[in-house]
């Protein structure tokens, strides 16, 4: 079991910054994938973005690449996503969610973030 405690969401103008932060706990970290996802209500779940064990693979959506960063510290059982350049349609709760990279196949994200909200002014 892997417990996920997201924190540093909040209400931020367009143009400006955040950085969301997510505590694992429960098990390795490094032995899991980390992503980060996000929701708007009455919408399905999207990928945001995603990392490697290691940390030396990062993957990103389409919508926020070239403004967000995802990096985590392995040591501090911590990933986190900078996010820059907020746009409006930023907003939504975002969760982060851990994959184990112990089990074969496609990676399945099983463990998720209760989620933190991130609303964008314009």
């Known amino acids: 079991q892997v417990q996920l405690v997201e924190s540093g969401g909040g209400l931020v103008q367009a143009g400006g910054s955040l950085r969301l932060s997510c505590v694992a706990s429960?098990?390795?970290?490094?032995?899991?994938?980390m992503g980060w996802f996000r929701q708007v209500p009455g919408k399905e779940r999207e990928f945001v973005a995603q990392?490697?064990?290691?940390?030396?693979?990062?993957y990103y959506a389409v919508s926020v690449k070239g403004r967000f960063s995802i990096s985590r510290d392995n040591a501090k059982n911590t990933v986190y996503l900078q996010m820059d350049s907020l746009k409006p349609e930023d907003t939504a709760v975002y969760y982060c969610?851990?994959?184990?990279?112990?089990?074969?196949?496609?990676?399945?994200?099983?463990?998720w973030g209760q989620g933190t909200q991130v609303t964008v002014s314009s």
């Open positions: 969610a851990a994959a184990s990279l112990l089990k074969t196949g496609p990676l399945q994200y099983d463990y």
């Open positions: 990392i490697s064990g290691s940390g030396g693979s990062t």
């Open positions: 429960g098990q390795t970290f490094s032995r899991y994938a």
